[in-house]
């Protein structure tokens, strides 16, 4: 369980294929306050830690998580960034939104556009997410907890303020990208109670 609230930008140092995908994260994390098997969300997918050093860490990626991320995309290579976020604890403020892990779909950025001091990022979505995202709803983006503004069909725009961009891979990022998305499990299941009314 996760908040969106990112805590840390790595950089993936070594990918590797075996029997399935593995990738070394360098962070700055100390390494002597992860537990083997601890969760942690790699661009909004929460990966299981297997091993450790001073300034990095080791996921293992199944096939199936690869297929359904960007990480299928090729955008995983060497120096790629990547937002971290370790999982919750007990007594953990809640900034962002509840944020599970899983990843429902790939959205694609379809524009950037400066606002002000803020950036306008307008993105597409698969049909079948479209109708998971409301104006004022949240939504998580490579792990970001993110408020969005408006809904047109299946496309959806957000803003992002400084910080934000500073502080997260989102300062990088550029139109066509593809975008892990996660939608709000609470949009989930008030839909899946609408389908019995």
């Given at each position: 369980?996760?908040?969106?609230?990112?805590?840390?930008?790595?950089?993936?140092?070594?990918l590797?294929?075996?029997?399935?995908?593995r990738?070394?994260?360098?962070?700055?994390?100390?390494?002597?306050?992860?537990?083997?098997?601890a969760?942690?969300?790699?661009?909004?997918?929460c990966?299981?830690?297997?091993?450790?050093?001073?300034?990095?860490?080791?996921?293992?990626?199944?096939?199936?998580?690869?297929?359904?991320?960007?990480?299928?995309?090729?955008l995983?290579?060497?120096?790629?960034?990547?937002?971290?976020?370790?999982?919750?604890?007990v007594?953990?403020?809640?900034?962002?939104?509840?944020?599970?892990?899983?990843?429902?779909?790939?959205?694609?950025?379809?524009?950037?556009?400066?606002?002000?001091?803020?950036?306008r990022f307008?993105?597409?979505?698969?049909?079948?997410?479209?109708r998971?995202?409301?104006?004022?709803?949240?939504?998580?983006?490579?792990?970001?907890?993110?408020?969005?503004?408006?809904?047109?069909?299946n496309?959806?725009?957000?803003n992002?303020?400084?910080?934000?961009?500073?502080v997260?891979?989102?300062?990088k990022?550029?139109?066509?990208?593809?975008?892990?998305?996660?939608?709000?499990t609470l949009?989930?299941?008030?839909?899946?109670?609408?389908?019995?009314?």
């Open positions: 369980m996760f908040t969106g609230i990112i805590t840390d930008v790595g950089e993936i140092i070594e590797e294929k075996r029997g399935d995908l990738a070394r994260i360098k962070t700055n994390y100390d390494a002597n306050g992860i537990a083997f098997g969760s942690i969300a790699c661009d909004g997918i990966l299981t830690a297997v091993d450790f050093g001073d300034n990095w860490f080791d996921v293992e990626i199944s096939a199936e998580t690869v297929s359904k991320t960007v990480i299928g995309s090729g995983w290579k060497i120096n790629h960034q990547v937002n971290l976020e370790r999982s919750l604890k007594g953990d403020e809640l900034g962002g939104h509840i944020v599970s892990g899983h990843v429902d779909g790939i959205a694609k950025v379809s524009s950037i556009k400066d606002e002000g001091d803020s950036t307008m993105f597409e979505v698969p049909e079948e997410l479209a998971f995202i409301a104006p004022k709803g949240s939504v998580a983006l490579n792990g970001t907890s993110l408020t969005v503004n408006e809904v047109k069909d496309t959806f725009g957000i992002l303020v400084p910080h934000t961009k500073k997260t891979s989102w300062g990022t550029k139109v066509g990208d593809p975008i892990n998305l996660e939608i709000d949009a989930r299941y008030v839909a899946r109670l609408a389908e019995y009314q």
